[in-house]
Structures are given as C-alpha cells and as structure tokens.
C-alpha cells in the first residue's frame, strides 16, 4: 500500500513563506507524477501544483503562478516540495499531496484530480492579515 504524508503546514503572516513536503512509500517513486491540491473552509477542492514523473514539466494553478514552486526529489528522498512565497489570506486551506502512478499520463493532465489514485491526510496552512 502506498503512503503520502505530507508535512511543513503552520501559521504565516500574510507575505510570508512556507515549503511543504510530501514523502510517498514507494520504490518506484520516479514513475510517479505528484500534485497539491487544496481546499479552502466553505470550498471545493482545487488544483494548485504538479510535476510529472521526470520534474521536466510543471503546472500551476493561475493564482499561484510566480509565487509558488513545486519540485522534486526522485532519489533519494521520494519527496515533493511546494515552496510558497508571498502568501495571502486567500492561501489558506488544507493542503493534499497526491501521486498518480498512471503511466502515459499525458502533461495536460497534470491538474485533473481523477488521476491521482493515492492522497495523503492533509496539511493545514493559515495566513493571518
């Protein structure tokens, strides 16, 4: 059974940074294509970030675009990385790491959360005013 766990959630003050860490159990993590994904309180669950399964090819959400990164680590860490900056209120959310092992994945398929067949519990990010 594969594992997601993600970690480095807290509070920040607005304009602040944060850098979220996903880990997933795997040998084959670089088959792997991961993604964040978030829901605010009151909202549906959105697409934020991902990187396919070589990191050669990333997509964002527009609202994080140029202050979010995503990256990652297929050896030895098995782990993703969402490097935020210049956080706003409206960052705040639970935020999901996700893995597709789904091989032949097309890139355009990055942000669609039908994908993903594994989810870790979340992580809480709340930006204070």
């Known amino acids: 059974q594969v594992q997601v766990v993600e970690s480095g959630g807290g509070l920040v003050q607005a304009g602040g940074s944060l850098r979220l860490a996903c880990v997933i159990s795997?040998?084959?993590?670089?088959?792997?294509?991961m993604a964040w994904f978030r829901q605010a309180p009151g909202k549906e669950r959105e697409f934020v970030a991902a990187?396919?399964?070589?990191?050669?090819?990333?997509?964002y959400v527009d609202s994080v675009k140029g202050r979010f990164t995503i990256s990652r680590d297929n050896s030895p860490k098995n782990s993703v990385s969402l490097q935020m900056n210049s956080l706003t209120p409206e960052d705040t959310a639970v935020y999901y790491c996700?893995?597709?092992?789904?091989?032949?994945?097309?890139?355009?398929?990055?942000?669609?959360?039908?994908?993903?067949?594994?989810w870790g519990q979340g992580t809480l990010v709340t930006v204070s005013t």
């Open positions: 996700a893995a597709s092992a789904r091989l032949g994945m097309p890139d355009a398929r990055l942000g669609d959360s039908s994908e993903y067949d594994y």
């Open positions: 795997t040998r084959a993590f670089g088959n792997y294509a």
């Open positions: 990187i396919n399964w070589s990191g050669g090819r990333t997509s």
